[in-house]
Each structure stands twice: as structure tokens, then as C-alpha cells.
């Protein structure tokens, strides 16, 4: 199975010409700007109409216009993860969003408590504190979901967030990718991840 990574669009998903094939695309959040309404009805649009056999999205912190938002009407193959998970061709995907009401009320590190155990490929908008989450001298990923990663050991991690570090990394048990696409300054300068499973 072949993914096609990306996060971090913030509005400039429309620059992406010709996009990599790929068995599934995955938008690990933060397709908004200011997370408005009409930015995410744009992202939507787009994304449903990728020609990828099936499309993966969860929501990141400027995504905040879907907090608590039930979505309907999604082709078949669009799934919208919100701690939640969906089978494809046998592989479990598991998606965990990154809304600041959460953040605030500590409501997150239950999400990532309650992300499943048998779990292939894990999207989160935020890193696991340590992998691919620094910047500007401090780093910014999570203390609980990197002991959830610890004890679920999913193949694959999948997030973005951290602009400033955009990468890959492998290690005894899970690949980890931060792809996200734009700088600090919102400048489209990355390219799309390709990884397969």
C-alpha cells in the first residue's frame, strides 16, 4: 500500500499540481487558516475530488470550525477521522485531532489515551514529544502521545504541526513523518511524503 502524506496546507492545498499516485492520501490537519468555515468547505471540495482511491483527513488547530461538527455527505472513500478509526485493505488507521478547546481543558491526553491498540498507521496533528517537533529551541510534541506510540508501536505515525520540521525518521518499529508542507512564514516549500506500507 502506497500513502501520500501531507499536512500543513493552510489554504495553499490548491498549489499542489500534479500530485504523486498513491493507494490512500492523507491530510494529518490544518488545511485552514483561520478556521473558518468557507476555508474548510475550499479544503473539502478539493480533497473529495483527489483521484486517490480512498482519502484519510483528521482536523488540526486551525481547523477550529470543525470542533464538535458531525460531517455528512462525504463520498464513500472520504473519511474523516475524529478519534476514530477506519479499515482499508485490511490496514487500521486511527486519526486523532488537535482542537485548542481540548488542548485547554486537557481533554487531548484522554484522546490519545483511548487511541486503540491494534492500530497500523496512527494520524495526529501533533507530534510525539522528541520526534520531529522542534523548533525555535524548544520542542513542542507531546509527553502522552509518545508513550502511547511507545506501547502501541503503529507502523506508521503520521502528523505535522512543527513547519520547521519537516522530515522523516525511522525507528525499531515506527516510521514517523511530519509532513508539513508550509514554513513559518506559510510559504508552500515542502513536497508531499510518499511512504509505503
Given at each position: 500500500?502506497?500513502?501520500?502524506?501531507?499536512?500543513?496546507?493552510?489554504?495553499?492545498?490548491?498549489?499542489?499540481?500534479?500530485?504523486p499516485e498513491a493507494d490512500i492520501v492523507v491530510h494529518s490537519g490544518d488545511f485552514c487558516m483561520v478556521?473558518?468555515?468557507?476555508?474548510?468547505?475550499?479544503?473539502?471540495?478539493?480533497?473529495?475530488?483527489?483521484?486517490h482511491r480512498h482519502k484519510i483527513f483528521i482536523c488540526g488547530n486551525h481547523d477550529n470550525c470543525l470542533y464538535g461538527a458531525n460531517?455528512?455527505?462525504?463520498?464513500?472513500?472520504?473519511h474523516y477521522l475524529c478519534n476514530s478509526e477506519v479499515t482499508i485493505d485490511?490496514?487500521?488507521?486511527?486519526?486523532?485531532?488537535?482542537?485548542?478547546e481540548d488542548c485547554i481543558t486537557k481533554h487531548q491526553a484522554q484522546d490519545y489515551a483511548d487511541i486503540s491498540n491494534d492500530i497500523d498507521v496512527l494520524v495526529t496533528h501533533?507530534?510525539?514529544?522528541?520526534?520531529?517537533?522542534?523548533?525555535?529551541g524548544i520542542y513542542y510534541g507531546s509527553k502522552e502521545l509518545l508513550?502511547?506510540?511507545?506501547?502501541?508501536k503503529p507502523k506508521i505515525h503520521l502528523f505535522g504541526h512543527i513547519h520547521n520540521n519537516?522530515?522523516?525518521?525511522?525507528?525499531?518499529?515506527t516510521v514517523f513523518s511530519?509532513?508539513?508542507?508550509?514554513?513559518?512564514?506559510?510559504?508552500?516549500?515542502?513536497?508531499?511524503?510518499?511512504?509505503e506500507l
Open positions: 500500500m502506497k500513502i501520500l502524506h501531507l499536512s500543513d496546507t493552510h489554504g495553499c492545498h490548491r498549489q499542489l499540481n500534479e500530485l478556521g473558518i468555515k468557507k476555508e474548510a468547505i475550499y479544503f473539502l471540495n478539493w480533497f473529495c475530488n483527489l483521484p460531517i455528512g455527505g462525504l463520498d464513500k472513500n472520504v485490511g490496514i487500521k488507521f486511527y486519526g486523532v485531532p488537535m482542537f485548542i501533533n507530534p510525539p514529544l522528541g520526534i520531529l517537533d522542534f523548533d525555535n508513550q502511547r506510540v511507545s506501547d502501541i519537516y522530515g522523516m525518521i525511522h525507528s525499531q518499529h511530519n509532513a508539513s508542507l508550509v514554513d513559518n512564514d506559510y510559504r508552500l516549500t515542502n513536497k508531499p511524503v510518499i511512504i
